[in-house]
Structures are given as structure tokens and as C-alpha cells.
């Protein structure tokens, strides 16, 4: 039962270093031939998928900031008409902080749009020079200040765990973040991802990554100013005042169902996993020959989706419940977790379990992947 929408706008304002969507730049975008295939996308979603109301919509991918006021109205027209809309549906819309978007705000929040997600990624210019981004710290301040404004609520990233990037460094430029006022934080390690620029530069030796330890440190200190502050984790790497936790992503993390459309989204609904062509003109012939993007529609067997279940509730600092886990893919505890596993590892402090639900402790967080790999059942993630 799809009580989220997610919908994937894939066209990037340059050649991203740490993404693998080089191929979504364009120079010019046919918006209206772009509306109709969106719509159609959409309404093959509701046919298979017909529940609601909508809890949430997600507009992401590339710059879905750079979407016209006027197509992302009617795309929200179109998905209240189909599946009703909750009265406190969020609706949240990726950007970036460049005063071009920015300058959009206003037209968007009046198209329905009421959270923003801002990829600030560094308060520090050098920096976002090394990230490859187009924006000054100046020109996303201004956009984050015009953004407080017009949305209801804001929210925006940062990158930390860079190159060399020292304790006090962080300190003082996540306390000048936390000092801007919104409730809601995303925090990433900087990762090096396969086939990026990033991982081409680390294999010829422009950039070393920042050594395990030092990097725990710094999550550690991130957990430390964050809660002092009142924005505490309630995922590994989100941060949120009470209440205002993003909806649209505790839809993934708790494994619920969700519809996606565009180029490249994914979905989860009616225990089948879908995918839709990453390429837009593929994704605009099969909208054209079939009505629908899609590339991959599959049934996902119990072991799997429970697997995929697990790796992302223990994200969750609420955790996972196992027995109703249990009960929704008919698998006994023991079919899902390690038991003597999980055993050691609340011994030494990484997870807690209370009646039926397990979680990763704040120390347990900072070595999260491996503990994953300890504590799902062999059996599980091998079926």
C-alpha cells in the first residue's frame, strides 16, 4: 500500500565529481513533453499501487529546483486527484543553494511544495571548490535565509570526514550550522564511490580519504553538539528536533511502501521492488511504447525484502521490531538475526534490545556496516 511518492527529476546544472549522472546535463529541457510523460509515469503508478492518501512526495535526482513552478504544480494536482492527500503531507523538493533556485522558492512554495532540502555540503569555500559545486558559502547562506522564509520547514547537508579535516575544524564549522536554526540536519561521511572522479583521484594519489579513526572521532562529535543542541540522531546520519523528522525518508527506513517515477526512481509496492531507465531518453520511449518508465518490476521473496527490512531499520535509532518483522514476512526470529551475535554485541555496549526490538547503541552507530554484516542471519542474506 503506497502511502509515498517519490519522483525522480534526473537533469544536472553540470557534471557532478562524486555522482554517476554526467549523462542528465542538458542545456535545454522540453518541459511540456516532460509533463506528459511525468503524468503518465504517474498514473500507471496509481493503477497498481491504489491506496492513500499520500503521506508524503519526494522530489529529487539531479536539480529538481531547476523543475518549473508550473510542472511541479500539476504533477501535485495530479497525485492529490489520484491518491488524496493526507492533511499534513509533507512535501519536500531537493535543491541546491544557488541564487538561481533560490529565486524560484516563492513560486515553488506556492505550487505546494512545503520543506526544502538544501545541499549546502560545506561552509567553507575551498571546500566546495574540492567538491565540485557551482555555489559560494556566501550564495548558500542567502539562499538558506530566503528559504527559512517562505518554507514551513528547512533542511540542509553537510559533507564532514573530509581530506585533513581536523577536529577543531569540524567543531566550529558544524557550531555555526547548528546556529542557523533549522530542525532538521543531514550529516554525511564523505565516501568514495566506485567509477567517480573521487575514487580516480584517490587511486592516482591527488587526495588521501581521512583515516578510519580520526573519521570516528568526528561522528563522535557529531552525535555530541547535535544532541546538546536539541537535534539529536534518529538516524545515522539525520538529525532532528522532535516532530520533525522527514517523513518521506522514515518511509524508507521503516520499509514501507512507496511509488517512484521519472528517470532512475525506484519503488517499493506491493511486495514487488521497481525500477524505472536511468536514461531519459530510454525512459521517454518506454513512457511512449508501454505508458510507464519502467525498466525492472519484480517480486521481492520474504528473505530478501526482510533483509532489506533489517539493513535499513537498524539505521533507525528507534531500531526494528523483530517480531512484527517476523509476523509481516512469516520468518522466525532466529531466520532473521544472529542471536549469539547479537548477544556479544549488546555485551560490549553496540546494540540494545527491549522486548522485541533490537537497535544499534550510539557506539554501535559509528561502526554500523560492520555490525550489519554480524548481526542479519547468514542464512537470510545468503537465501
Not at 528473505?303 to 526494528?320: C, D, K, Y
Not at 549469539?340 to 533490537?358: A, Q, S
Amino acid at each position: 500500500m503506497a502511502r509515498a511518492l517519490y519522483i525522480h527529476w534526473p537533469f544536472c546544472l553540470k557534471k557532478c565529481p562524486y555522482c554517476d549522472f554526467n549523462s542528465h546535463v542538458r542545456a535545454e529541457v522540453d518541459h511540456a513533453l516532460w509533463e506528459r510523460a511525468m503524468l503518465a509515469d504517474m498514473r500507471h503508478e496509481h493503477v497498481v499501487s491504489d491506496s492513500g492518501p499520500l503521506t508524503s512526495i519526494f522530489f529529487g535526482g539531479g536539480t529538481p529546483s531547476l523543475m518549473p513552478p508550473g510542472l511541479v504544480a500539476r504533477l501535485l494536482v495530479e497525485a492529490e486527484q489520484l491518491w488524496g492527500f493526507d492533511p499534513g503531507i509533507e512535501i519536500t523538493l531537493e535543491a541546491n543553494p544557488s541564487s538561481v533556485e533560490a529565486g524560484k522558492f516563492a513560486d515553488l512554495n506556492a505550487a505546494g511544495v512545503n520543506r526544502v532540502s538544501l545541499g549546502l555540503q560545506s561552509l567553507d569555500d575551498r571546500t566546495l571548490g574540492f567538491l565540485g559545486r557551482l555555489h559560494s558559502v556566501e550564495e548558500s547562506l542567502e539562499a538558506l535565509g530566503i528559504a527559512q522564509r517562505v518554507f514551513e520547514r528547512v533542511s540542509f547537508d553537510l559533507i564532514y570526514a573530509r581530506p585533513k579535516q581536523s577536529e577543531a575544524q569540524w567543531r566550529a564549522e558544524l557550531a555555526r550550522a547548528l546556529s542557523f536554526g533549522t530542525q532538521h540536519l543531514s550529516l554525511y561521511q564523505l565516501t568514495i564511490e566506485p567509477g567517480t572522479r573521487f575514487a580516480t583521484d584517490v587511486r592516482r594519489g591527488v587526495f588521501s580519504p581521512l583515516e578510519d579513526d580520526p573519521a570516528a572521532d568526528l561522528f563522535a562529535v557529531t552525535q555530541e553538539m547535535t544532541s546538546a543542541a536539541g537535534l539529536p540522531a534518529y538516524e545515522i546520519s539525520n538529525h532532528a528536533a522532535a516532530g520533525q523528522e522527514s517523513r518521506h525518508n522514515l518511509t524508507y527506513w521503516r520499509y514501507q511502501d512507496y511509488a517512484g517515477i521519472g528517470p532512475g526512481a525506484h519503488g517499493r509496492r506491493a511486495g514487488c521492488a521497481t525500477q524505472r531507465h536511468k536514461k531519459p531518453e530510454n525512459w521517454l520511449s518506454a513512457i511512449e511504447q508501454h505508458r510507464c518508465g519502467l525498466s525492472e518490476e519484480r517480486p521481492l521473496v520474504p528473505a530478501e525484502a526482510a533483509t532489506e527490512a533489517l539493513l535499513m531499520g537498524l539505521r533507525l535509532r528507534e531500531g526494528i521490531d523483530l517480531t512484527a518483522l517476523g509476523q509481516r514476512f512469516d520468518l522466525r526470529r532466529d531466520a532473521l538475526v544472529d542471536q549469539e551475535r547479537l548477544d556479544f554485541y549488546r555485551n560490549l555496549g553496540f546494540v540494545w534490545e527491549r522486548g522485541g526490538r533490537i537497535g544499534a547503541t550510539q557506539a554501535g552507530m559509528g561502526v554500523l556496516d560492520a555490525l550489519l554484516g554480524e548481526l542479519v542471519a547468514s542464512d537470510l542474506v545468503a537465501s
